[in-house]
């Protein structure tokens, strides 16, 4: 879709726990894009310190679902700033905090 993005496995943190992912976000500019649940927590992990966070919601998370959901929000998350924000995408709305 244009954009440049890594995935943890390419980076060498395949197995990293969620701190060292973020950590790798923070440290390359990178938009952290993840299913993981931990990271919607702004509590445990503020968006505000990051490039920004995007934790695509849904279930099952098979490849075909995951590439539906990107080509569906990406291009209306991208006509925002998300850095320093947490943005949740479901199969019904974009929902954009911080």
């Known amino acids: 879709m244009g954009h440049d993005a890594v995935s943890v496995v390419e980076i060498g943190l395949s197995g990293a726990g969620d701190e060292e992912a973020r950590a790798a976000a923070i440290a390359d500019q990178r938009v ?3 299913l993981d649940a931990d990271f919607a927590n702004v509590l445990s992990y503020p968006p505000v310190e990051t490039p920004g966070v995007v934790r695509l919601r849904l279930h099952p998370a098979t490849e075909e679902s995951i ?31 911080g």
């Open 32 to 34: 952290l894009l993840t």
């Open 67 to 97: 590439d539906e959901m990107l080509k569906g929000s990406i291009p209306r998350v991208a006509e925002v700033s998300v850095r320093g924000r947490l943005v949740v995408v479901d199969e019904r709305k974009i929902r954009i905090r």
